[in-house]
């Protein structure tokens, strides 16, 4: 059973205050966010000073989206990765700005200032680095999309660092737009050279990587599911504009140009803002945007508890079979823990999916009597919120799941007695009136005087207080009364044939469960219809015996019998299917011309409780 119902997502609550075991993430993702911040506000101030032209606040305002959308999400869930990885670019980023402005301020004057501004500027090949490769690679839940791009990241990893050398160590000559006042860290001669060399090649093998990576974005949205395509297609918008504004900023040049400063805000900015609108957008990590009145929020924890999750299956559950109820069930974990699917499984191997399944569980926990699976979620990994909630859901479920089993046993059960009482009316009642059938037409064919039609009128009478009784869905009063050796002898003293019953001693003195005296007092009526019907038989012989651990009844006549396997049998076989549900058996031995035997027998013991 598959799902595709739409997640509704109730009134967001308060976000809950940061625990203690994830405080001192929060306050050290607080850390890096302040310090890129901190740089890009003072390296803007050391490079332009005061006062601050427009074009520069905007252009640090754009820088600072990175930070803030890093923050979000290393706040919000500190065990993804990604978040981390934006604050680590957002530092490279903002130190880089604050090494520009000690370059500007303080580069004519080689010192420590001018030195600690090298090195912090050449942290811009941190950024471009992170930001061209690792930021749309892992996007969005901080992993590889599969394990055949971890040589790829080693390989972006250390072009990164030789670009970084290269740009560290680099002479004047090569990187002047780099460092327009000088690089007091730079090389000289050939050593100088092949730093350029080194930090040159660095450079081209992350831009090769880079395209990579976008082309694998390009064919992931094209094999992705609706709401993967979408996520996927604002990355790509990012990488492309990322990566042509960096072209166009070599292009053009750091001057005065619009057209280059234009070119550094979107290569700092656009891949920050199109994960802070696919954040939002999609509502990815549980973070999207919200207006109430006149003011714009952000609204986080999108998922539901287990107390609205039930509420709002509530009226839904009431009115469903227990079968769909765990569908829902199975839903509601599905949209909870934002999973491609989840399954309810019972017990007995009933499972019920929500979603379309694909590939192995990631996360199961026992519910009552079954258990719950959870394949990936479709975003991230599961954190402890979520198996936090699916613990609490398991109880829940766990009741429905026995509530599934209660209700399927008392179909079960309600089948069984609708079973008993149809092969009641027709072992019972409906061999009755065969042998009232078979008295008549003797009766018609003989002339049978006063004392055969009164027989026969008390057979009659007899039949229709057995068929008020089974239609009330219980035995012969006589059975319930007498007992089996009873009922047997009242029921062969209608016969229209000579007959004669056997009974052990034993039989007399004690009653039977019901299920057994039943069985076999059907089965004797049965064989006993069937060689009046069939067999055209002039005596019946009927033994009751109880010995070996068995209670059984044969029933033999003189009629014609039939070939083992032909017809005749007549509803013998629903009654071994009785009595083979009972632990017992029928056997039926019959030779043309030489009558039939038929035995039906159950196993009881008189030390074992029946």
């Not at 509704?8 to 302040?34: E, I, N, Y």
Request: hydrophobic residues 50%; contains cysteine; proline residues 6%.
């Amino acid at each position: 059973m598959t799902s595709t119902a739409s997640r509704t997502v109730p009134a967001p609550a308060s976000p809950p205050g940061p625990s203690a075991s994830t405080a001192p993430l929060r306050a050290l993702a607080v850390s890096m966010a302040a310090v890129s911040v901190a740089g890009m506000v003072t390296g803007g101030l050391l490079e332009t000073g005061v006062p601050v032209p427009l074009t520069q606040w905007l252009f640090i305002v754009a820088c600072a989206i990175l930070p803030s959308v890093g923050l979000l999400v290393a706040v919000r869930r500190p065990d993804n990765p990604y978040g981390w990885l934006l604050l680590a670019t957002a530092g490279c980023l903002g130190l880089g700005i604050l090494g520009v402005g000690l370059l500007v301020a303080y580069g004519d004057a080689p010192g420590p200032l001018a030195a600690a501004g090298a090195l912090l500027a050449s942290l811009f090949t941190g950024f471009y680095g992170l930001n061209w490769v690792f930021i749309p690679l892992i996007f969005p839940d901080g992993r590889l999309p599969s394990p055949r791009w971890r040589p790829v990241a080693w390989i972006a990893g250390v072009a990164i660092l030789l670009h970084w050398l290269g740009v560290l160590l680099s002479p004047d000559e090569v990187y002047a737009l780099t460092f327009p006042q000088g690089n007091p860290l730079g090389l000289e001669g050939a050593a100088g050279l092949l730093a350029a060399s080194v930090g040159g090649l660095g450079q081209l093998v992350v831009f090769l990587v880079a395209l990579s990576v976008l082309a694998s974005l390009v064919l992931r949205r094209r094999r992705g599911t609706l709401v993967e395509r979408r996520r996927l297609r604002w990355m790509i918008l990012g990488v492309v504009a990322a990566l042509g504004g960096s072209v166009t900023t070599v292009i053009f040049g750091q001057g005065g140009q619009a057209v280059s400063w234009v070119g550094v805000v979107t290569a700092v900015a656009a891949l920050p803002a199109v994960i802070a609108t696919a954040v939002f957008r999609h509502n990815l990590l549980d973070i999207r945007m919200a207006v109430r009145g006149s003011r714009l929020l952000l609204v986080f924890d999108l998922r539901p508890t287990v107390d609205e999750l039930l509420t709002g299956l509530g009226p839904g559950l009431e009115e469903a079979d227990p079968v769909e109820q765990l569908g829902r069930l199975a839903e509601a974990v599905r949209a909870g823990l934002e999973t491609r699917w989840a399954a309810v499984t019972l017990a007995d191997g009933t499972r019920v999916v929500a979603g379309e399944e694909n590939g192995e569980a990631v996360l199961a926990v026992p519910a009552g009597l079954g258990r719950i699976a959870c394949g990936p979620k479709i975003a991230g990994r599961f954190n402890a919120e979520d198996r936090r909630l699916l613990g609490s859901l398991a109880v829940p479920i766990g009741l429905a799941i026995q509530s599934a089993r209660l209700a399927a046993r008392l179909v079960n059960a309600q089948e069984a007695e609708r079973r008993r009482i149809e092969r009641n009316i027709h072992d019972g009642a409906q061999q009755q009136l065969v042998a009232l059938i078979a008295g008549l037409e003797l009766a018609r064919a003989t002339g049978g005087g006063p004392g055969s039609l009164a027989l026969l009128r008390e057979q009659a009478r007899q039949t229709l207080n057995d068929l008020r009784e089974l239609a009330a869905g219980i035995h012969p009063s006589v059975l319930s009364q007498g007992g089996l050796a009873e009922a047997v002898e009242e029921r062969c003293s209608r016969l229209p044939v000579a007959t004669t019953v056997t009974a052990d001693p034993a039989l007399r003195s004690r009653r039977f469960p019901d299920e057994i005296e039943g069985a076999l007092y059907f089965a004797v009526s049965e064989a006993i219809a069937n060689a009046l019907k069939h067999a055209a038989a002039s005596r019946i012989e009927v033994r009751l015996a109880w010995s070996g651990g068995r209670l059984r009844a044969t029933v033999s006549d003189d009629g014609e019998g039939f070939e083992r396997g032909g017809p005749g049998r007549g509803g013998l076989g629903a009654l071994a299917d009785r009595m083979a549900a009972l632990g017992g058996g029928l056997d039926v031995s019959s030779t043309p011309g030489e009558g039939t035997l038929v035995g039906a027998w159950v196993p009881y013991r008189a030390d074992v409780p029946g």
